[in-house]
């Protein structure tokens, strides 16, 4: 039984062996010129602009999330059809028709939600709902770049 | 009877109808603009939950869904008592002037949502689809303790409590694995079976696992020490969300606990008493566990001036009782526990739905809210306090009374006499902070700056009904412990 984990410690070890193996080959072929500039914090070719910790929009993640619903969708649905065929032929194709219109049916409910709630808009009116005194630095919060805030 | 997927949807009345709603009301909620009505939908569901499960009293015990969660009078128990824990959220949540016009389609989607999972919490005989229901009740509870968006306070709880859980359940995961590789199975009974025979497995390596597996169910009951999120979340959640987790999210948590340790770790022996598997003596850690959780819960209370925050306390160290009869492996303690479990309900809600009524009189939950209360147009919340008060620090006609009595003597008859001495010396200690909030509200004398207290029928009704219900099982408590007899029934397959 504790042999089993043999197998855990020889992946590790061939995993960090191509590590350095990768990593010495490649130092031995490139070129090597340091410079100073190459140590500078990369950002896509700009130049480094403020501090990191700063406001951005939230809705970056809600795009990312909707996107992740609708992968999952697809995802769920390319198994069912490539056994539809075999379902069908055992006499259960409405069955599993059924079972994929019911998830489906779910999912479109969230597009609906989402889509009312004006969520699918990039340029959407926010209303904000934090009370000036409830937060000091609201007055004086940076520009966040990017995003665009319209009041009601 | 082992049921596969679509057989099992026959018996998941009161999940269906806690599924649909929960969709029903999200897209209701795009339709409509009197939002009241989503409320009183979510409030319909829950009592509709509630009925499906009483009417799953009579069905045949068994698993369903490919052998992941079981159908037994341990899970209807549960069931029953979680949908009567959302229905009181639901309707506390009708009641408080915190929630008004803060997005109701969503807020009772979730709420539903949550009691959706505690369910399959109570019925996993799984590990995964228990971690999976655990999951789930987390990630929903973390939004709903958020809720208000203008709150900081709130905002500081729900990622404090993300962090925690996110932590906590990391690890209960990681010993979940370890299990697994134990034991070869995810399935509680066959964990059971596998691990019943000594070999090297059952070693310190099972240890540390359960020892994993602990820190996230502790996390749910707040037991010490991974009780840290609990004082904070419950100040910061909205009222409603606080008594439901104090309530719903606490037993879901205590039922899935049971499930585990009393099936996947321990085997039934004659006349209703219980063994561990061999070399496991998980108890002893759960009796540190236990006189730990109520000694803190109750000094920590001692000082708090902010009722919610005392109730938390007040929650840890109830937590703390709750697990005596855990940990004395027999029927008589875990018949204990459904009891007090129940009877915490009563008087726990109770006490915050007073709560709630003072927060919406006065805008403010500290002691001072309560000053005089009884003099000043609140005798009768007042009234119902003073009984959940005495109730739940365990003075005798009351039901937390009679739950405590069934504690102690399950713990008295297994002669652990260090744990029922510290618990009595504990049940001491609270009785000051609980009469505390009586002697301010009837010794003190309001001020001229006080408000009247003007009660609401709403809350006034549902305070007036938990009190009743005290009073009620404190005198004439033999159907409740019936009902907990008769759930003490585990299907192992």
Request: proline content about 3%.
């Amino acid at each position: 039984m504790q042999f089993e984990y043999a197998n855990v410690l020889v992946f590790l070890g061939l995993g960090l062996f191509l590590c350095a193996f990768m990593m010495g080959l490649g130092s031995l072929v490139r070129p090597h010129n340091p410079e100073r500039k190459k140590l500078t914090t990369y950002e896509c070719g700009e130049e480094v602009q403020g501090d990191s910790w700063i406001n951005f929009n939230i809705r970056f993640y809600l795009v990312a999330l909707i996107f992740l619903i609708f992968d999952i969708e697809v995802a769920f649905i390319y198994p069912v059809v490539a056994v539809f065929k075999q379902w069908v032929a055992d006499g259960n194709g409405l069955f599993a028709l059924t079972e994929i219109f019911i998830f489906i049916s779910i999912l479109v409910a969230g597009l609906v939600y989402v889509w009312t709630k004006g969520d699918l808009q990039w340029i959407m009116k926010v209303v904000v709902p934090v009370k000036p005194a409830d937060d000091p630095k609201q007055s004086q919060s940076p520009k966040v770049g990017g995003t665009i805030y319209v009041a009601d | 009877m082992n049921l596969s997927s679509v057989e099992s949807l026959a018996y998941s009345l009161p999940e269906l109808i806690l599924v649909f709603a929960t969709v029903g009301i999200l897209m209701l909620d795009l339709l409509i603009t009197r939002k009241r009505i989503l409320g009183e939908l979510a409030l319909c569901a829950c009592g509709g939950a509630a009925l499906a499960s009483a009417l799953l009293a009579g069905a045949e015990q068994g698993y369903l869904f490919n052998q992941m969660v079981a159908l037994d009078g341990f899970a209807i128990f549960f069931k029953l008592f979680l949908s009567l824990s959302a229905f009181a959220a639901v309707y506390m949540s009708l009641g408080s002037r915190e929630l008004d016009n803060e997005h109701p389609g969503e807020y009772y989607t979730l709420l539903l949502a949550a009691a959706t999972g505690t369910f399959y919490m109570a019925s996993a005989t799984n590990l995964l689809m228990a971690y999976l229901a655990l999951e789930f009740v987390s990630l929903t509870s973390y939004v709903l303790t958020g809720f208000i968006r203008a709150s900081r306070r709130g905002s500081e709880a729900a990622l404090k409590y993300l962090i925690y859980g996110g932590v906590a359940s990391g690890a209960m995961v990681y010993g979940m694995s370890l299990i697994f590789g134990l034991a070869g199975s995810l399935d509680y009974a066959t964990i059971g079976e596998r691990l019943l025979v000594p070999s090297e497995a059952n070693g310190p390596i099972l240890f540390i696992a359960v020892l994993l597996v602990l820190a996230g169910f502790g996390y749910k009951i707040s037991m010490v020490p991974f009780h840290m999120w609990s004082p904070d979340v419950y100040q910061g959640a909205p009222l409603p969300v606080t008594a439901y987790l104090s309530v719903g999210s606490k037993a879901a948590g205590f039922a899935m606990m049971i499930r585990f340790f009393y099936v996947a770790l321990s085997h039934a022996g004659a006349g209703g008493v219980w063994a561990t598997i061999e070399g496991l003596e998980w108890p002893n850690l759960i009796v540190l566990g236990s006189i730990i959780t109520m000694t803190l819960g109750n000094l920590a209370a001692l000082r708090q001036d902010n009722v919610k925050r005392l109730l938390a306390y007040s929650s840890i160290a109830h937590a703390g009782y709750i697990l005596m009869g855990f940990v004395v492996l027999s029927d008589a303690g875990l018949r204990a526990m459904l009891f007090y479990i129940a009877t915490y309900y009563l008087m726990n809600l109770g006490a915050f739905t007073v709560l709630m009524m003072v927060l919406n009189n006065s805008d403010r939950e500290d002691m001072e809210a309560f000053r005089g209360l009884a003099w000043r147009g609140g005798a009768l919340p007042a009234a119902a306090m003073a009984v959940f008060m005495f109730s739940l620090a365990g003075v005798p006609p009351f039901a937390g009374f009679i739950g405590k009595f069934y504690l102690f003597a399950a713990v008295i008859d297994k002669e652990m006499w260090m744990l029922a001495i510290v618990a009595a010396l504990n049940s001491v200690v609270s009785l000051y902070y609980y009469a505390r909030i009586v002697r301010t509200m009837y010794l003190d004398q309001p001020l001229k700056s006080d408000p009247v207290m003007t009660t609401d029928w709403h809350s006034g009704a549902f305070a007036g009904v938990l009190a009743v219900g005290t009073i009620v099982f404190g005198v004439y408590w033999r159907p409740l412990i019936d009902l907990a007899d008769k759930s003490l029934v585990f299907f192992r397959g």
